[in-house]
């Protein structure tokens, strides 16, 4: 078994008496002070996550829009350069290879960004899937580091600490400046529900930005547990748990990101036919009237005691104190405000079928 990869900032997380553990076949800090003091950093001020474990592959070419288009379920067609689209990209029979973000970078240049843990299958797909474009593919994430700076007091904390003015990004756009010398990707997406910021750039542009938001003391150092959590509360997926080869983004709940109306592109069929069908289960959110909390995997029941579903992701929700829980159930108990329950260990603990949304999110648009 191959020793998981480190990213650029490894000893930076290590100097902070970071809680480091595998993630994606990386050492990725976990937490630092605490999950519950970074989330609320994030929900209430600024904290910076290392997601320099996250891959990066460019499409270039004459075709490049053209080939997008077809192995991406949201459209890209004419849509203006500095645009960021979410997504995913699906298998022949409709399930989820990745969800990952694209950026407009020129009309013939595009930038993918996606998930730590499949990028040896994500980038073999997208070039296996190329033959008959004139596009070239190029796994850059090797190169690059990223870092998200997120929360209310991101914008100001660009700004004053990193010299990065991003008043003129709106959500779901980025610019490409010029920091320290050097070509960079800076966008306005947000993982966490806060307002926030991505930076892609060189590993020594990356360090040397984390050690002036470290030292400004105006940023708390954040891990990928509270990550979890923050993206969990306002309904963001992550694949793996809401998202899998075979789970459809219609069962997730995500169809507004699948452009049925485009004329080709993988995964089409099956998905415009599962829509005509209607799906078999569906992902839903679960309050528990319980503080017991229900973790990835617990099975879901009926007042029967069946078996109707299971756990994708679930906490006790930190900014509303409740137990909540993200579940795939059987469609006919989808409905808000179904009873069902969910065992936990060995007790079953009654639950009420509510909206995924479990906080609001904050974005600036």
């Not at 900032?9 to 003091?37: N, T, W």
Request: glycine share 8%.
């Amino acid at each position: 078994m191959p020793d998981n990869k480190k990213t650029c900032l490894y000893d930076k997380h290590v100097a902070l008496g970071a809680q480091m553990s595998p993630f994606g076949g990386f050492e990725m800090p976990i937490q630092y002070r605490g999950i519950v003091e970074e989330h609320e950093a994030v929900r209430n001020a600024c904290g910076v996550f290392d997601v320099s474990h996250m891959g990066e592959v460019t499409i270039e070419g004459p075709a490049a829009e053209a080939y997008v288009n077809y192995v991406f379920s949201n459209d890209v067609t004419d849509a203006p350069v500095g645009k960021c689209f979410y997504g995913m990209m699906l298998n022949p029979s409709g399930g989820v290879v990745d969800d990952l973000l694209v950026y407009k970078r020129a009309a013939d240049k595009f930038f993918f960004v996606i998930n730590a843990s499949n990028i040896d299958k994500d980038v073999e797909w997208i070039k296996s899937n190329a033959s008959g474009f004139d596009v070239t593919v190029e796994n850059v994430s090797e190169n690059l580091g990223e870092l998200a700076v997120q929360g209310p007091a991101a914008e100001r904390i660009m700004n004053e600490v990193l010299g990065i003015d991003c008043s003129q990004l709106t959500f779901y756009t980025f610019f490409e400046p010029m920091i320290d010398g050097q070509p960079s990707i800076v966008s306005r997406t947000g993982y966490t529900g806060e307002d926030g910021f991505e930076i892609y750039a060189s590993h020594q542009v990356i360090i040397d930005l984390w050690e002036r938001l470290i030292a400004s003391g105006q940023v708390e150092p954040c891990g990928l547990g509270c990550r979890d959590t923050l993206r969990f509360e306002v309904g963001l997926p992550l694949y793996g748990n809401e998202l899998a080869d075979d789970i459809s983004p219609l069962e997730a709940g995500l169809s507004m990101f699948v452009r049925m109306e485009k004329p080709d592109f993988i995964g089409r069929d099956a998905t415009v036919a599962l829509k005509a069908k209607g799906v078999d289960r569906k992902l839903v959110g679960l309050e528990l009237a319980d503080r017991a909390i229900p973790r990835h995997g617990y099975e879901v029941l009926n007042d029967a005691d069946e078996v109707v579903g299971h756990v994708t992701t679930g906490y006790h929700s930190i900014s509303t104190d409740k137990s909540v829980a993200n579940a795939m159930v059987d469609a006919r108990y989808s409905a808000l405000g179904t009873p069902l329950k969910v065992r936990i260990r060995r007790k079953t603990f009654p639950a009420t079928v509510v909206k995924k949304k479990y906080y609001k999110k904050n974005y600036k648009n």
